[in-house]
């Protein structure tokens, strides 16, 4: 496959926009991709996004509505689904498009819009991510698996449920300095502590705010930039995708993210590292289990020892693996289908040196996994400049 | 490797399976799909593979599930590989065809399974046109009560209006589908009907009738593709490539398209697929449309080249698109008389022309194939996905 | 939830039905076409005995459109004495702590309604088992 490169961004603030449309959120956020890549049209438009088809009100072809908005005439364009893994997918599927060498340029946008309907809707929408039959049926929320996951670790391990603190402390004083995140107020541990009990063992904060937003991210063949310009050049240096049985029950080990092993050793083999080489990750923390889960899994520590880093301080701006460094999923929040583009963005903006106040001093390789469901659809990517 | 014509490298088809079309109330999605596969698979000599693409417009709608993607891949047996579902309402299946291709292209991968499916029966009529609806655009069509049927109503009368067509003009078309559907056991019906038959059905949106639509129903498709450089399909069969794959989109809401009767979308896509295989409308043999109102059969044929604008009807109402004519169109029944299971169209439209090609389409077969292309629509011509495949040992 | 789709699950949500692989020997709860550990077709039935304990456990508080009724509810994952697990509702807890490993059993309830006038959903769900005080 010929080596493909993050050209440019955009983003939308996740937020409540009870103002605008879905549509006019992905176009905003890919006509500013475009426009900092410097490029009139792409050629082909890939949508990621979990919920427009779901429920009253529900639209399909959505890749064909946002070109529209956006005038680009004749593109093709289509969305993929994978639930909250959505836009990891749609970023693979932009580049295989690329890497093929039958297409260009490739404008992936991510785009959710979540506050419209009552929150008793909107987590009929999420659950629809689970088994519909085994899990969903029973009334388990997209938040109670979790819980039932964390339950478990917690059991299984000895921690305690304090001693996952540091994630959220450490993705609300990165969402703080991010303009676009939705939550921009640090919190403490002891805020932490005694935040509302949501679905125990998961409280308040330890979960990820949904909201609206978009991100979009262009990618072309890395042979076509030439060296010059302001900004280094990114490349797509690793790309994994893998899944697990759909239903959390199904799973061989409840305490192990498989496909997130599976998908991050194919992303650092064909990046030729190994988890020492990654500056920086930015991972899924939809829950504080599924960050530590995700260190796990991707080998950044051993198994049951998720929460040490921390504990350590390993995952802060200054420590030596910083994760959700302009807020993550919890602070910068979650709008499903878009979550694993706005990764991406703020993975390119880091290694452009593009990341304001949340830069990192010099990042070379910088590492995103979205997760779909619970664990069960896995997408890896790691860019590097070149 | 690029065979002379085509711009894709060696993408070929190792099997293909189909359910029939129906109302399969005994049957989950899940086992639907998994049937479609399942015959891919014994197709294909066992071959397993690394990815799966599914095509799929409803299931969130009608059966509160997304990330179909994993639950399939699990059901089959195949968990870890990757997955994902592909949507562009009736285009889906064609679409999740293209993103294979590209895999395939890449290089990333060389056995993909892609999977049309489609579940609408477990829920009644007015919730499943509701959910169709929202192929439309839903701020600006569907909250005004548009159909995809009126959609298509709108189109035909237009249509009508323009090029002065004659009453029951376009009834060729579903005269020729049911007739097609007679040969293929897999069809939802398989019954021919009469000129009489179509002139006295009822009207769903004037001057469309209950013959002009297709019926809609659960049904899976599955198809699976391999590079030619590392994986040969064994075996006697017919060895079949996928020449081109091509996507256009236009407006999604008709009253935003410039030229509605254009059918713009199409004749892009219909083109870049053309230019890809480096072939003209006369190299193809046989044509599965989407059929899903007889008015597109008419804009498909004209967009894509086998008849001027205006003219496509005549194709219908001279016989030129049945399986001897000269341009076979709907031949296994398409839409009309097979049935239209949604986002699994475009796989049963690859699936139909592999069969074609490789001379199992039975007493629907049309003889000498050795070019077919296939292509789905989304919408009213929002999205449009093409597909040729060829004889590989005729190029 | 749809009448077909219902009617189809009945044989689980009603009996706990599920199949024994007949290649590898594993007992696999919801049943499937495709054994998930080997991979070779698994279509044989298998009645499982209820008696499982509780993995993890949680409560819902904030329910999903068309559970809001009951809540707040317990759901645990139930690992079954055959080996396989299930997602369910935990009931008749009375003032009894919940903790991993507790031994439960099936039971029928009521999971759902489809509005005033449709379908009532009856499926398993698992209650604490009874010991001799």
Redesign the interface.
């Given at each position: 496959m010929r080596e493909v490169a993050v050209l440019g961004a955009g983003q939308t603030p996740v937020g409540e926009h009870w103002d605008r449309t879905l549509v006019s959120l992905a176009g905003e956020a890919a006509l500013e991709a475009l426009r900092d890549a410097g490029l009139d049209r792409p050629d082909v438009l890939i949508v990621s996004n979990m919920l427009s088809g779901v429920g009253p009100g529900s639209q399909l072809n959505l890749g064909a509505q946002i070109a529209d908005w956006c005038g680009l005439k004749g593109v093709e364009a289509f969305k993929i689904e994978a639930a909250c893994g959505s836009g990891g997918a749609a970023f693979r599927a932009g580049v295989h498009a690329v890497g093929s060498g039958l297409v260009d340029l490739a404008l992936v946008v991510g785009v959710e819009k979540m506050t419209q309907t009552p929150s008793t809707v909107t987590t009929a929408g999420l659950a629809t991510a689970a088994d519909a039959d085994t899990e969903a049926a029973h009334g388990p929320s997209f938040i109670a698996l979790n819980a039932l996951i964390m339950r478990r670790y917690q059991h299984e391990y000895g921690w305690k449920h304090e001693d996952f603190g540091a994630f959220s402390v450490n993705a609300h004083a990165n969402g703080a300095l991010n303009p676009y995140a939705r939550l921009q107020q640090p919190i403490t541990h002891e805020d932490y502590r005694e935040a509302r009990m949501v679905c125990e063992p998961i409280n308040l904060l330890d979960s990820s705010p949904i909201g609206d937003g978009a991100a979009a991210v262009i990618l072309v063949p890395a042979e076509r930039l030439v060296p010059g310009g302001g900004r280094p050049r990114v490349v797509v240096a690793g790309s994994g995708a893998a899944t697990d049985s759909l239903a959390v029950h199904d799973r061989r080990d409840l305490l192990w993210l498989a496909a997130a092993e599976r998908s991050a050793r194919q992303a650092f083999a064909q990046a030729g590292v190994g988890p020492d080489e990654i500056d920086f990750f930015e991972l899924h923390d939809a829950f504080s289990i599924m960050a530590a889960l995700s260190l796990e899994a991707c080998g950044f520590t051993e198994r049951g020892q998720g929460p040490r880093l921390g504990l350590e301080g390993a995952i802060l701006p200054s420590g030596r693996l910083p994760i959700a460094t302009q807020g993550g999923l919890k602070a910068r929040g979650h709008p499903v289908g878009a979550t694993g583009v706005y990764q991406i963005v703020e993975v390119a903006r880091q290694l452009w040196g593009a990341a304001g106040d949340n830069q990192l001093p010099e990042p070379r390789v910088g590492m995103a996994q979205n997760i779909g469901g619970s664990g069960a659809t896995i997408l890896t990517h790691i860019l590097r400049i070149s | 490797m690029h065979a002379p014509g085509s711009?894709?490298p060696e993408i070929l088809v190792a099997g293909v399976g189909l359910t029939p079309i129906g109302e399969h109330?005994?049957?989950?999605l899940r086992?639907i799909a998994?049937e479609a596969m399942?015959a891919a698979v014994e197709d294909a000599g066992g071959l397993r593979p690394q990815?799966l693409f599914v095509g799929n417009?409803?299931a969130?709608?009608l059966?509160?599930?997304?990330?179909?993607?994993?639950?399939l891949?699990?059901?089959?047996?195949w968990?870890?590989?990757?997955?994902?579902?592909?949507?562009?309402?009736g285009?889906s299946g064609g679409?999740a065809l293209?993103?294979a291709v590209?895999?395939l292209?890449?290089?990333?991968m060389d056995r993909v399974m892609v999977v049309g499916v489609e579940k609408l029966?477990?829920?009644i009529g007015s919730s499943v046109e509701a959910?169709l609806a929202?192929?439309a655009?839903?701020?600006f069509e569907a909250v005004q009560g548009l159909t995809p049927a009126a959609q298509a109503g709108l189109l035909m009368r237009r249509y009508i209006h323009e090029h002065h067509v004659p009453e029951h003009g376009f009834a060729g078309f579903s005269l020729t589908a049911h007739a097609n559907a007679v040969g293929n056991p897999r069809a939802l019906y398989r019954r021919a009907i009469r000129l009489e038959d179509y002139a006295s059905a009822p009207m769903l949106s004037d001057p469309l009738n209950l013959f002009d639509a297709a019926p809609v129903a659960d049904g899976a498709a599955a198809i699976l593709l391999t590079r030619g450089d590392r994986h040969r399909p064994a075996g006697e069969r017919t060895p079949i490539r996928i020449l081109a794959s091509?996507?256009?989109?236009?407006?999604?809401a008709l009253h935003?398209q410039p030229d509605p009767l254009g059918f713009?979308?199409a004749l892009?896509s219909a083109g870049r697929a053309m230019a890809q295989a480096g072939m003209a409308a006369r190299d193809i043999d046989l044509f599965e449309l989407h059929d899903v109102f007889s008015i597109y059969a008419a804009l498909a044929l004209e967009s894509a080249g086998f008849a001027e604008r205006g003219q496509g009807w005549r194709l219908a109402a001279e016989g030129e698109i049945s399986r001897t004519g000269r341009i076979p169109i709907s031949t296994l029944g398409g839409s009309k008389a097979r049935g239209d299971a949604g986002g699994a169209t475009g796989v049963y439209q690859a699936v139909e022309v592999v069969l074609q090609l490789q001379g199992r389409a039975g007493e629907a077969q049309v003889p000498e194939a050795q070019v077919g292309m296939g292509q789905c629509l989304?919408?009213a011509g929002?999205?449009v996905a093409t597909h040729i495949l060829a004889r590989a040992d005729r190029l | 939830m749809e009448v077909s789709r219902h009617w189809r699950l009945r044989q689980q949500r009603y009996a706990l039905v599920g199949e024994v692989c007949p290649h590898c020997d594993v007992k696999i709860f919801p049943p499937r076409d495709i054994c998930p550990d080997c991979g070779r077709e698994a279509r044989t039935e298998y009645q499982f005995s209820g008696r499982g304990e509780v993995y993890s456990y949680t409560t819902v508080h904030d329910a999903p459109a068309g559970h809001e009724a009951y809540a707040p509810y317990t759901v645990a994952v139930i690992r079954l004495e055959e080996g396989p697990m299930v997602t369910a509702q935990l009931t008749d807890l009375g003032d009894q702590p919940i903790e991993i490993g507790t031994p439960v059993e099936m039971t029928t309830r009521k999971i759902g309604e489809d509005g005033e006038r449709g379908m009532l959903v009856y499926a398993y769900k698992f209650r604490p088992v009874l010991r001799p005080a």
């Amino acid at each position: 496959m010929r080596e493909v490169a993050v050209l440019g961004a955009g983003q939308t603030p996740v937020g409540e926009h009870w103002d605008r449309t879905l549509v006019s959120l992905a176009g905003e956020a890919a006509l500013e991709a475009l426009r900092d890549a410097g490029l009139d049209r792409p050629d082909v438009l890939i949508v990621s996004n979990m919920l427009s088809g779901v429920g009253p009100g529900s639209q399909l072809n959505l890749g064909a509505q946002i070109a529209d908005w956006c005038g680009l005439k004749g593109v093709e364009a289509f969305k993929i689904e994978a639930a909250c893994g959505s836009g990891g997918a749609a970023f693979r599927a932009g580049v295989h498009a690329v890497g093929s060498g039958l297409v260009d340029l490739a404008l992936v946008v991510g785009v959710e819009k979540m506050t419209q309907t009552p929150s008793t809707v909107t987590t009929a929408g999420l659950a629809t991510a689970a088994d519909a039959d085994t899990e969903a049926a029973h009334g388990p929320s997209f938040i109670a698996l979790n819980a039932l996951i964390m339950r478990r670790y917690q059991h299984e391990y000895g921690w305690k449920h304090e001693d996952f603190g540091a994630f959220s402390v450490n993705a609300h004083a990165n969402g703080a300095l991010n303009p676009y995140a939705r939550l921009q107020q640090p919190i403490t541990h002891e805020d932490y502590r005694e935040a509302r009990m949501v679905c125990e063992p998961i409280n308040l904060l330890d979960s990820s705010p949904i909201g609206d937003g978009a991100a979009a991210v262009i990618l072309v063949p890395a042979e076509r930039l030439v060296p010059g310009g302001g900004r280094p050049r990114v490349v797509v240096a690793g790309s994994g995708a893998a899944t697990d049985s759909l239903a959390v029950h199904d799973r061989r080990d409840l305490l192990w993210l498989a496909a997130a092993e599976r998908s991050a050793r194919q992303a650092f083999a064909q990046a030729g590292v190994g988890p020492d080489e990654i500056d920086f990750f930015e991972l899924h923390d939809a829950f504080s289990i599924m960050a530590a889960l995700s260190l796990e899994a991707c080998g950044f520590t051993e198994r049951g020892q998720g929460p040490r880093l921390g504990l350590e301080g390993a995952i802060l701006p200054s420590g030596r693996l910083p994760i959700a460094t302009q807020g993550g999923l919890k602070a910068r929040g979650h709008p499903v289908g878009a979550t694993g583009v706005y990764q991406i963005v703020e993975v390119a903006r880091q290694l452009w040196g593009a990341a304001g106040d949340n830069q990192l001093p010099e990042p070379r390789v910088g590492m995103a996994q979205n997760i779909g469901g619970s664990g069960a659809t896995i997408l890896t990517h790691i860019l590097r400049i070149s | 490797m690029h065979a002379p014509g085509s711009a894709l490298p060696e993408i070929l088809v190792a099997g293909v399976g189909l359910t029939p079309i129906g109302e399969h109330w005994e049957k989950s999605l899940r086992s639907i799909a998994l049937e479609a596969m399942t015959a891919a698979v014994e197709d294909a000599g066992g071959l397993r593979p690394q990815a799966l693409f599914v095509g799929n417009m409803l299931a969130p709608a009608l059966s509160a599930q997304t990330h179909l993607g994993v639950l399939l891949a699990d059901f089959a047996g195949w968990r870890g590989i990757e997955a994902a579902t592909y949507e562009a309402a009736g285009a889906s299946g064609g679409i999740a065809l293209r993103q294979a291709v590209l895999a395939l292209a890449s290089g990333e991968m060389d056995r993909v399974m892609v999977v049309g499916v489609e579940k609408l029966t477990d829920r009644i009529g007015s919730s499943v046109e509701a959910a169709l609806a929202a192929a439309a655009d839903a701020d600006f069509e569907a909250v005004q009560g548009l159909t995809p049927a009126a959609q298509a109503g709108l189109l035909m009368r237009r249509y009508i209006h323009e090029h002065h067509v004659p009453e029951h003009g376009f009834a060729g078309f579903s005269l020729t589908a049911h007739a097609n559907a007679v040969g293929n056991p897999r069809a939802l019906y398989r019954r021919a009907i009469r000129l009489e038959d179509y002139a006295s059905a009822p009207m769903l949106s004037d001057p469309l009738n209950l013959f002009d639509a297709a019926p809609v129903a659960d049904g899976a498709a599955a198809i699976l593709l391999t590079r030619g450089d590392r994986h040969r399909p064994a075996g006697e069969r017919t060895p079949i490539r996928i020449l081109a794959s091509a996507v256009a989109t236009g407006p999604l809401a008709l009253h935003d398209q410039p030229d509605p009767l254009g059918f713009e979308a199409a004749l892009i896509s219909a083109g870049r697929a053309m230019a890809q295989a480096g072939m003209a409308a006369r190299d193809i043999d046989l044509f599965e449309l989407h059929d899903v109102f007889s008015i597109y059969a008419a804009l498909a044929l004209e967009s894509a080249g086998f008849a001027e604008r205006g003219q496509g009807w005549r194709l219908a109402a001279e016989g030129e698109i049945s399986r001897t004519g000269r341009i076979p169109i709907s031949t296994l029944g398409g839409s009309k008389a097979r049935g239209d299971a949604g986002g699994a169209t475009g796989v049963y439209q690859a699936v139909e022309v592999v069969l074609q090609l490789q001379g199992r389409a039975g007493e629907a077969q049309v003889p000498e194939a050795q070019v077919g292309m296939g292509q789905c629509l989304g919408g009213a011509g929002a999205t449009v996905a093409t597909h040729i495949l060829a004889r590989a040992d005729r190029l | 939830m749809e009448v077909s789709r219902h009617w189809r699950l009945r044989q689980q949500r009603y009996a706990l039905v599920g199949e024994v692989c007949p290649h590898c020997d594993v007992k696999i709860f919801p049943p499937r076409d495709i054994c998930p550990d080997c991979g070779r077709e698994a279509r044989t039935e298998y009645q499982f005995s209820g008696r499982g304990e509780v993995y993890s456990y949680t409560t819902v508080h904030d329910a999903p459109a068309g559970h809001e009724a009951y809540a707040p509810y317990t759901v645990a994952v139930i690992r079954l004495e055959e080996g396989p697990m299930v997602t369910a509702q935990l009931t008749d807890l009375g003032d009894q702590p919940i903790e991993i490993g507790t031994p439960v059993e099936m039971t029928t309830r009521k999971i759902g309604e489809d509005g005033e006038r449709g379908m009532l959903v009856y499926a398993y769900k698992f209650r604490p088992v009874l010991r001799p005080a």
